[in-house]
């Protein structure tokens, strides 16, 4: 285990993952999930010996590396072999999920015992996460990345109200982090299904007419808040394309919207593109 900077990145993880996997993992000391997951690597790599390094990314002291990666949300961890990114993850998963994500590249030194994956804890519900962090608030108030926790959850629990409020509430340092801008994007586009036709209604109202570009604004927020976000992206990708100027070019303003509440990295890289190539 070792700490990464700017300094000695290509010689530490580019070159060195020539030998050994380097798994890199970007943190922050003020960020709650990064606490529960570090440990949890850093159990890994010394049950590895050797099969793997960790290298750990101060974003804080390292804002142009992080830059370079495109790191948008912490703790986000980057597997690197053969000099080259082959895998990666974001958010604090579970140990079970780390194991099998270690399996799929890393291989344990001959005559390593590696322990088979324990099954995960029972998740917490948002309703119990909400009492559980509000208790933990309430013992440590200085510790503003559990405000932000709490803000997660009571929007995960259908508590949108109190969630703003929570968000509203933050610190500078944590009003700007990726996950409360996230979690704001996902507040205002939820705002919008109140009062708004159901799915079948809308996809009718486009049959009647594919023009009907409130329809289609309408039916991406849906799609996206549902289970298919890459068709509510081409709804509004429509719209960019046929009418751009429409109710003050809200099919953009929707799309940056939407890529700051996405987690998937790959599809908000493929829809940026086609976004740009409409506007540019």
């Not at 705002?191 to 009718?204: A, D, I, Y």
Request: charged share 25%.
């Amino acid at each position: 285990m070792f700490d990464v900077d700017q300094d000695n990145f290509e010689t530490e993880v580019l070159q060195a993952s020539l030998k050994t996997p380097v798994l890199v993992d970007f943190w922050a000391t003020w960020c709650g999930p990064c606490k529960s997951l570090g440990p949890l690597l850093e159990k890994l790599a010394v049950e590895y010996n050797g099969a793997f390094r960790l290298g750990k990314v101060d974003v804080d002291k390292n804002q142009e590396l992080a830059g370079v990666f495109g790191i948008r949300s912490i703790p986000t961890v980057m597997l690197v072999k053969d000099g080259q990114i082959l895998d990666g993850f974001a958010g604090a998963l579970p140990e079970g999920q780390l194991r099998e994500f270690l399996s799929r590249h890393v291989q344990p030194l001959d005559g390593d015992e590696i322990e088979e994956p324990v099954a995960d804890a029972i998740a917490e519900s948002p309703e119990q996460a909400i009492n559980r962090l509000q208790q933990d608030i309430a013992a440590a108030p200085e510790r503003s990345e559990l405000k932000l926790d709490l803000a997660i959850a009571l929007a995960q629990a259908g508590h949108a109200s109190a969630a703003e409020a929570e968000l509203d509430g933050l610190p500078a340092n944590l009003a700007i982090d990726a996950r409360a801008v996230r979690l704001r994007s996902q507040l205002d586009l939820s705002r919008s299904l109140e009062g708004m036709p159901p799915l079948e209604v809308l996809q009718q109202r486009i049959h009647a007419n594919s023009q009907d570009w409130e329809a289609h604004d309408l039916l991406g927020v849906r799609l996206l808040l549902g289970d298919d976000p890459a068709a509510g992206l081409e709804h509004w990708l429509l719209i960019l394309e046929k009418a751009r100027d429409w109710n003050d070019g809200q099919a953009k303003k929707r799309l940056l919207a939407a890529f700051n509440t996405l987690d998937d990295a790959e599809l908000v890289g493929r829809y940026r593109r086609r976004m740009a190539s409409l506007l540019f």
